[in-house]
C-alpha cells in the first residue's frame, strides 16, 4: 500500500534539513505522556517521527515507553512502521498528499493494538514546499477528516485546540472496538 510519492518523498527529504521543520510533537508531549499512562501503554509507534523529538520530550517526562519505534518515510533507517499500543501521528496528516491520506489512515488503524493519537491542522501552513505548494497539502474541515478516520477507527475524544485551526483525536481501531464490546456484552 503506497503512502508517499518519490517525488514528494525527496521534497520532505529536503525540508527536514531546516531544524526549524517537524517540532510540533514537543508541544504535544505531556498529552501523549498522559495517554501513555492511562492507557498503559507499553509500546509507542512514533508515526511521522521526524528527528524524534517527540521521544526526547517523552524521555524529559520520565515517561518514554521501553519499546519505541520511530517511523518517518524521510529517514528510511528508522526502518517500516511497527504495530504499538499507541501510535502517536503528530503534525503528519495535513502534509500527506491527498491521492495517499486513505492509505494513511488504513496504515495507522493496522499498526495501532490499543489507540491512536493524532493531530490535524486545517489551516495554510507557514511553510512552502519547494514546488511552491503550501506545506499543509490536505486543508480541510474536521467532519471532512471524522469522515476519513470513521472509515477505520472509532472515535473516543475529539478535541478543537483553541489556539490554532487544528483538533486532536484519540482513536481505537473498529476491529478492536467490536472485539472489546463484544467481550463486554459477553461478561454482563
Known amino acids: 500500500m503506497e503512502t508517499i510519492s518519490k517525488e514528494y518523498l525527496l521534497m520532505q527529504k529536503e525540508l527536514h534539513l531546516n531544524t526549524g521543520y517537524g517540532v510540533a510533537s514537543v508541544v504535544f ?3 501523549v505522556s498522559e495517554i501513555i499512562t492511562a492507557y498503559d501503554s507499553k509500546s509507542l509507534c ?10 526526547e520530550a517523552l524521555k524529559e517526562l520520565n515517561n518514554l515507553p521501553e519499546l519505541y519505534f520511530p517511523y518517518d518515510p524521510a529517514f528510511p533507517e528508522y526502518g517500516d512502521p511497527k504495530k504499538a499500543d499507541l501510535i502517536s501521528c503528530i503534525d503528519v496528516l495535513e502534509h500527506i ?3 495517499f491520506i486513505d492509505n494513511v489512515i488504513a496504515e495507522l488503524s493496522s499498526i495501532t493494538t490499543k489507540h491512536c493519537f493524532c493531530t490535524v491542522n486545517r489551516a495554510p501552513a507557514q511553510k512552502v514546499l519547494p514546488d511552491g505548494r503550501n506545506a499543509h497539502l490536505i486543508q480541510e474541515s474536521t467532519s471532512w477528516w471524522l469522515e476519513k478516520f470513521i472509515k477505520h477507527f472509532e472515535v473516543i475524544q475529539v478535541t ?3 489556539d490554532s485551526h487544528g483538533f486532536w483525536l484519540l482513536l481505537k481501531p473498529k476491529e478492536l472496538y467490536v472485539k472489546e464490546k463484544e467481550l463486554h456484552l459477553k461478561a454482563t
Request: net charge neutral.
Open 160 to 162: 478543537q485546540m483553541t
Open 46 to 55: 512514533d508515526y511521522g517521527a521526524g528527528k524524534k523529538r517527540l521521544a
Open 29 to 31: 508531549a505531556p498529552l
Open 97 to 99: 498528499e491527498p491521492d
